[in-house]
Structures are given as structure tokens and as C-alpha cells.
């Protein structure tokens, strides 16, 4: 028997407990041993749910509990999740977590307090929800110098993206819609504004490099300018919008970015809709790779932390080396790095702005008084730059 | 330095080589260790290659050798292929495999081997080529009852049908096509008879019930009689036709089967075209995912074999373990199985097929003197049943 805590009952919590009831024989059977849920850390009491008799209040009650073997966080935010997890890897508890701040920020420091506790800090849950994708590049993976990792991280703006694409809806409808919906947060900025796919990246990025991204180094633009006129022009283009979290290796420098761009029918992520998750993997090996399913969701994310339980079950004594050190990864300088951009300019600077860009391309969209163009490929700088002597209505990168 | 050896230099055998030497200091870093190829197994000789200086053409040589740790089975085949896996499993060598005739048929029994002796058969690249699917279903998918498994499993079967539903062509002449370009074999039976893809559903199925089935007990159509005529119908039906592989758990049963399928643009794997690979996978807590890529090709499969080798290598003296058991799984009987059929009649049968499958739509697709209908829903044994009344020109299932 392997005694677990759970620490917090909202979303994901009540869906670890419901994982762990439904799939009870299964899940015991995969981890070798019986699972069972000892306490539950909760400021509130669930009065009406059975699980009030194992909710605590006190972490304390926990950390001390020598039967307790592993610890799920799934409280969100970095405090007090940090110094929760961080004394569970200290007390010789592994840890199995979602929380994609407390991942982004600790990660490296808590992997490394769980080799030297022989145990384990398992966070699959981080990115993509109920994608397997964190195990697989640390398990399938391990052949290839992997030069790209482009995912749709968010379904939050996902499905604000193909809301607008699909619907012609604007940007504030639609995540008007999405919050009643239960698709948005109240407070959406970490969504909209990209920061939640940037820690994704981020994390994403520090497994592949061994090394620590800082999300806050990780280069962000969300999707609130975007408006039902760009969505005219990408459809008449036979494009698409999405927010892509994307890092890629190019000339020996790994540029990191969260964006929206414009991508074609056969781009990998082209097909992926509403509130999906998918991730694009190019190895130099493998080729192009992809993973896909749900990127969030109560079950899909409660999945996804109930089988790094399992794993911690099946290596209740020894460490699963996770390759991630604290010694910081340089990023490659987002002003060199190198795209075409789709901008639209009011129709009398046309001229200007395609002897500007080098563009070959106007694209008419039926709006009056603008047009769309398609610049010649050039960095981020340089791009910068020559903006500055004509007026843009919007600017898109294309990939 | 962990040494080991290849066994067979050929498409796969070769790029295992070349994987590892590219890769070199990647790979000797996520392995732990650096990895070696010390002899290769072939009959023939490569006098102008480097590799020449390590060719053995007796096997005794690599199973005697006390420093081999890990052998990498690129034969394909079963015998000998089985022969020598056994006995380096019984001489405490890991195994890594790509081949799916001797994991379909063995895999069970060597497992086994490989748990008495504490070391590792492991065989990512037998299903899929390079898409990660087996390790993710046993060490992610763990929380989750898998209830449905459906892929597309061969890449020549999928790049005939992709050439049929773009290109028009016929099955002849595309498959002439694909030989030529090397996507077919000279004997194309195993794959454009589904028994390629059988082989693949058998060994997923067998590792998510944890128990054998024999790919001898699959249901198995090929497509060698779709037909143009049959594209013309899938169009005007706004579907395309692919060769699935599929293991679904309904109503306490296994059903697994490999056919083509009607299937429409909401399906998941409805944009696989081509050469490419895919294998959805439902799990009642998890929902959909689905795991994409190249499903064969020399670098992709060798980049899966070598990940093998560096799972071996972090695991050289314990056993990972894999939940499939020698006991046979009973399978459902297909005659239960439920689909709905599109059949094909010549015009004056149109009244009585309707009739007799509960037909409401009629199917058009501009050909003289005969339509498409959609049976309602039905077992095999119903449709076989039914269809002995009337002349069928072509019956393909719709998922």
C-alpha cells in the first residue's frame, strides 16, 4: 500500500481523487501496489463529499505523516506550493505536480533535492495537460538533438483563435463567451497575454537543454491584438492564426518565443482547434513528431498527474534522472532571429510599404482603405526598424 | 562504456550506426554513459565501409563476448531473429528491437526471459517507426482504461491510399508507383493485405490488456479492393478511406480488427496523409490524444531503436517492467461487432438494397448504372447475412 496526500481540492484535486477511485484496480495494478489517498490539504471542509473525513488544514499534519510516501500539488501558484514541495522532497516524500509556475520557476532546485532524496519530482501535468509529452522527451526522445518544439500550449486562446477564425467574431466576444463558458478565467492576462504558454516553453525548453529558461526571459506577445480584420486576411491567405510557444535551434542559438502566427493547411499544428493542446517535436533523427490531445480540463490533467504517481509508486527508492541543472541556458537574441511578417498598411502608403519590405505579395481582403502585404523574410531587428517609416495596422508572423 | 552490438546491417541496421554516430555526445549523455557499437552481425561483408572492421559473420562471437551488454535486433523476421534474441536475453544482454514479427509472435515469452534476468526487451520502434507509442502507453497512459486504440499503422498503405484519393489513380498503378519509389515492397502482401499493420495492433493491444493476442486472430482486410470508383463515393461523401488498425473495448469485450474505414473530416486521423503514422488512443479519464510521425524510414526507426539502447543503458542491471503476460487474451467475436456499412449497387438493385439495410441516403457520385447507399447500424453477421440477398459491387465500414 502507498499512502499518497493531495494537497488542494479544487479542479484538479477532486480529479486526482476521482482518477484514483475509477481506474482503483488498473492504477494499482500499473503501479504494483494499492494507492490510496490518506489526506487531503484544503483551507476549506467539504462537508457533503466523503472526502471531508481525510481533509487536513495543517500541512504540518502531512509532512510528518511517515506514511505518507508521495505528495500531489495541485494548489497552483509558486507560494506556498514551492515551500510545501520543496519540504516533502526534503522529508523523502516524491512529488507529482501540475503547476506549471511552481515548475518553471523551481523546477531545476526540486529535481535536484529529489536526487539527492533518491526519490522523485514528476510534473507531467505541467505542460499540455493530458498530452504525454514531458516522460516522452525524457524517456523516447533521447536519440535526437531536438532542433524545434512548436506547440499550441494554450486552450484558452486556442479556442479564442479558432472562435474568431471560424465564427468571424471579435477578440473581445469571443473571450467574453469563453469566460461564461468556463474556457477563460476571470483574470484571463496570463492566458491572452501569452505568459502561461511562455512557462510551458520554458519548461519545455530546460528539458531539452539540460539547462534553466527563465519564462521571463522567454520573448512574449499574446493574442489581444488581434482582430476579425487579420482573421480576413489570413482566411483569404488560406491561413490560419495560432499562438505558438515555439523554441528552435538555429545557427548553434536556441531563440525562444510565444507569438501568433500564420500558419498554412500543411503546417502540423494547422488542424488543431478549439480548447486541443498538440505539440510539434522535430528531431534531427526522428523528423517531425507530434503529440496532441487535451491541454487542460479537470480528468485530462488529473490523468496526466495519476500516472507520475504511478511512476513515483514504481520508483518509490530511486531517482529517474531528469536531465535539468540550475546553470542558466543562453537564449539567442530575438532581434536576430529571422522571420517574413504579414503586415497591413492603409492603402495610400502601399507603395512605400512594398519598397519597404520587399514585398512581391498584396493581399486584398475586401476592407477598404488597407491592404495586406507579405514582407521579404529579415530578422526581428531589422523588421523593427524599417516600421518605423511607415504606419502598420497589424503585423503577423508567418511561419 | 557500454559496448554492444547490431545484429544485421541493413536499412535499419545501418542507420542505428549512423544515429549513433551522429548523435554521439547527445546520446552518451542521456545514457549515462558512453555507448559503443563493438560488432555488427551480417552475412555480408562492406569491404568500403568503416563499419567492415567490426563485422562478424558468427553470431557465437557476439553471444560469447562477456563486454557486450546490450544487443541491438534489426533482422527482421522471426527466425533466426528469435533464436538469438533468446539466447542473448539468457546470457544477461538487454535487447532492442525493431521487429514486429518476432514482438507479435514472442514478445510475451521474452519478456518474461528479460525479468528473470533482470535486464530489459525492449521494442519502441516494432509499432509506429518513429512515433513514441510504446513506452508513453506504459509508462504515461497509466492512469487511464485505454478503450480504444485506432491507427494508422503502415505508411504504404496510407501513401496508396492518399495517391488514390488525390491523385484518382488506380490501386495498381499507385502501388507500381510506391515500388518504384521504394514506399512499397517488391512483395507488398504483409502490408497492402493488412497483416503489417495486424502484427502492430496486436502487440499494442497485448501491452494495454497486459495479456497475448495473436495477431493470427485479428480480423484482417487489406485494400487491394478499394477501387477508384470507391474514391469517387468517399468524396462525394466528403470522407477519405484509410486502412485502420483498431482494438476497441465495448460492452466488456476486445473487438480488434484491421480494414479500411470511411472516415469524415472530424476524425482524428482523417489529415494522416501519405507515408505518415498515427495512432489515436482514448482513455476514459484521459479523452483523446493521438501520437504522430514517420512510421518507418531508416533514421526515424533507428532514432526509436537507439532510444531503446539508451533505456537499456540507464537500466543495465534492472528490469523496466512491462505488463504483458504469455495468458491469451479472448478477443470479441468480430460477427458481434457494429458498424454502419457504405455499399455499392447497381442502379436496379437500388430499391431492394434500401429495403434491406434501412437505407435513407442515396449516394450519387456521377458513375452510370449504379449508386452508394449507408446501411443503419448492424452487426458483421447481420450484414453478412443481408448481403447474401443482394449483389454488392463494394462494402467499406464508416467510423
Redesign the interface.
Known sequence: MVKIAVLGYGTVGSGVVE??K??QK??S????DEIEVKHVLDLRDFPDDPIQEKIVHDYSVILNDPEIQIVVEVMGGVNPAYSFVKQALLSGKSVATSNKELVAKHGAELISIAKQQQINFFF?ASVGG???II??LQ???????IDEISGILNGTTNYVLSEMTFQGSDFEEVLREAQELGYAERNPQADVEGFDAGRKIAILTSLVS?RQVDFEDVYTEGITKISSADMKYAKKLNCIIKLLARSRRKDGQTYVMVAPFLIGPKH?LY?VNGVLNAVYVH????????????GA?K??T??????D???AA?HLHDHV?V?WSQEKMPLGKIADYVSRFFVRVKEEDQEAACALFGSEKIVDAGIAGEVGLITRAMTEEQFAHLAESVSLLSRIRID
Chains 1, 2 share one sequence.
Open positions: 482518477v484514483l475509477t481506474n488498473l492504477i495494478a500499473n503501479a504494483g507531467e493530458g498530452i504525454p516522460r516522452p524517456c523516447c526522445l533521447t536519440a535526437d538533438e539540460g502540423p488542424s528531431g534531427n533523427m526522428l523528423g517531425d513528431t507530434m503529440f496532441f490531445g487535451s480540463g480528468l485530462p488529473a490523468s496526466a498527474v495519476v500516472s504517481v504511478v511512476e514504481r534522472e536531465k
